[in-house]
């Protein structure tokens, strides 16, 4: 999530001028539709359920249990009413999805049922990322003032109680399960990634990536790849891992460049091993092939989302697994872009 510099150099919670992104002249391949520039609600395109491809020729109709509903980068509104706008997204192990705001550090996860049915779930001071785990809790990082070493990191349990499980992180920013049950943690006023064990004990997982943002493994888990937010490449990096799931530093290659200004946040990868980063102040998705040797072209994926933050494929019942939910940062709303494609599984 991009959130308090982001808030700096904007200097409100209104979308930036100019967030929909250079459009075509961008880093790779176009080929999503997106909300208009005036932000309208409700579905963009069709969504006829007919037997649309996406670009890469995968189906869109209701084949492993994909709604069908959207074509490939099609954009619908899944929920309006986030006022200041959202960050962290994760599904939970009861199916439904939650989400995180912060109004001057007053943190709350929510919670949306299939019919986009609100409620407030937790509270937790300045609430950012989150993860869900396998025995319904979530891992919460709380960013704390931008600058001050007052981070922490929190489990919220099932019944929506919240516990501080770790301190020690200056800006905890986004979560995401290891293969041995720990959290890794970015902060991408940094350059490390941090491990969280389920003690609470914090140790360091990458020492010196630029301005680390979104995680996500590969399906096979052989890979983890990191957003880089605030760097002149605006990179993706992929690292090989160990035995126990930490990456392996010195295995850092850079596969994806969305460049000056596109301050890639959160990400998340398919099951076929496409990673899809959220290019924030762009209004984009991209995606690239996770397993390219080098920097490569990437694909737009769609535009116009006003400033993209986290993503998430679909996983509950009532939900596409074929669909990415996104938050919005300046924004008001949950976004769901179809994709065709499920979601790779993830730790819990």
Do not use: K
């Amino acid at each position: 999530m991009v959130l308090l510099l982001a808030l700096a150099s904007c200097g409100d919670d209104s979308p930036p001028a100019g967030s929909s992104g250079p459009g075509s002249s961008g880093p790779g391949s176009s080929g999503g539709t997106g909300l208009d520039g005036s932000g309208s609600s409700g579905p963009v395109g069709t969504g006829s359920g007919s037997s649309d491809e996406g670009s890469d020729g995968s189906s869109t109709t209701g084949e492993l249990g994909c709604l069908g509903d959207l074509g490939f980068g099609e954009v619908e509104v899944f929920y309006d009413g986030f006022t200041g706008g959202s960050e962290g997204i994760a599904f939970g192990a009861d199916g439904d999805l939650y989400v995180t705001t912060s109004d001057m550090g007053d943190g709350i996860v929510w919670r949306l049922d299939e019919a986009a049915a609100l409620s407030e779930h937790a509270a937790v001071p300045s609430a950012l990322g989150l993860a869900g785990r396998g025995d319904g809790s979530l891992v919460v990082a709380s960013i704390g003032v931008n600058g001050m070493p007052d981070g922490a990191v929190y489990v919220v349990d099932a019944a929506g109680v919240a516990s501080e499980l770790a301190t020690g992180i200056d800006s905890p920013n986004f979560v995401t399960i290891a293969p041995d049950g720990s959290a890794l943690v970015s902060d991408d006023f940094d350059t490390r990634v941090f491990r969280v064990a389920p003690d609470g004990m914090v140790s360091v997982a990458i020492a010196d990536v630029p301005s680390p943002n979104g995680m996500a493994y590969s399906p096979d888990g052989a890979w983890l790849y990191v957003a880089s937010t605030f760097s002149a490449d605006g990179q993706l990096t992929r690292y090989e891992v160990d035995g126990d799931g930490m990456p392996i530093e010195a295995s850092a290659v850079e596969i994806l460049h969305l460049g000056p200004g596109s301050t890639p946040d959160g990400i998340a990868v398919d099951e076929d091993g496409r990673v899809y980063v959220a290019a924030n102040l762009f209004g984009e998705i991209w995606r690239v092939d996770g397993a390219a040797p080098e920097v490569v072209e990437g694909e737009l994926v769609a535009e116009g989302l006003g400033s993209p933050a986290s993503l998430a494929f679909g996983r509950g019942p009532g939900f596409d697994p074929c669909s990415i939910y996104v938050t919005q940062l300046f924004g008001d709303r949950v976004l769901r872009v179809g994709v065709g494609m499920m979601g790779a599984m993830l730790y819990e």
